[in-house]
């Protein structure tokens, strides 16, 4: 039925893979300059150079939870004296990130539950949800009781301090605009299957999915089974059909997270690592 549904449509025509294989350019592209911009505070590289470095860490990261794996990637790029930095500035990268998904997310979420009355139901989804923040809760309170969330908050504002105003700025500009351009990519799609949801609903919908799957430690290589898992529950509120959703979620992996891995493994086969610098 799906298979007919494509053809019938014509979803996936030339025209249509071009546009979403722009969106996914777009998105890896930002990602890649702010990158680069924020190596460049302490060594300067190409986009090239920054590109590479990027790819690679995505494959990498393949069998670590929430993308782990980049930091210590990334590192082997350079020099042993510049590498904690390094892994200081993929924080401060994905901190920027996770700040445009927390703040759509939570304006998408309470639009959803406010506007849509929507019950949750305790035993199910939400009450994972719930006994994972609970849990976080307990975890904070717990490193706090040691000292350590203290210790661990200055070191970071103290790092982020001596980075210039102005690359914190492009660094959050990207991020936001990396994120606009995939939550839009995935409404693109949602638009070409001719769902019968509002602009409105949908990036709410969206944004929620994204704020979820960002809260739930698992594994990159199976992010699109927690994404697929969420984006079927969230819009099965509107009753969308879960075939067509798990469907986007799925052209979504391929094209912003498999295919960019692929090209990292090319990367990561023919990188020899230095660890005498």
């Not at 990268?93 to 979420?109: E, K, V």
């Not at 976080?136 to 203290?150: D, P, R």
């Not at 990159?220 to 879960?242: A, E, N, R, Y």
Request: net charge positive.
């Amino acid at each position: 039925m799906l298979s007919s549904q494509l053809l019938q449509h014509q979803i996936f025509s030339f025209k249509n893979v071009l546009i979403l294989v722009v969106f996914s350019a777009l998105n890896w592209f930002f990602e890649i300059l702010k990158w680069n911009n924020l190596v460049n505070t302490i060594k300067n590289i190409s986009f090239w150079e920054a590109s590479i470095q990027c790819f690679s860490s995505l494959t990498a990261s393949l069998i670590t939870p929430n993308r782990i794996g980049e930091y210590g990637a990334k590192a082997l790029y350079f020099e042993k004296p510049l590498r904690k930095k390094i892994v200081g500035l993929n924080f401060i990268g994905n901190f920027y990130q996770l700040i445009a998904t927390l703040f759509f997310g939570s304006i998408g979420f309470i639009y959803l539950a406010s506007t849509h009355q929507i019950n949750f139901d305790f035993d199910s989804a939400f009450g994972v949800i719930f006994v994972l923040i609970l849990l976080f809760g307990f975890f904070v309170l717990l490193i706090k009781s040691f000292q350590i969330g203290k210790n661990y908050v200055q070191k970071v504002k103290k790092f982020i301090s001596k980075i210039p105003f102005s690359i914190n700025l492009k660094t959050t500009v990207y991020s936001f605009l990396r994120y606009l351009i995939f939550s839009h990519q995935f409404y693109f799609l949602v638009f070409l299957f001719n769902l019968q949801i509002e602009y409105i609903d949908a990036i709410s919908a969206i944004t929620s999915v994204y704020l979820i799957a960002s809260i739930v430690p698992m594994l990159s290589f199976f992010d699109v089974v927690l994404k697929g898992s969420i984006s079927v529950w969230i819009f099965t509120f509107f009753q969308i059909d879960p075939i067509s959703i798990l469907t986007i979620v799925s052209v979504m992996w391929m094209l912003n997270f498999a295919i960019p891995a692929i090209i990292g493994s090319y990367f990561v086969i023919t990188f020899t690592p230095n660890f005498q610098k």
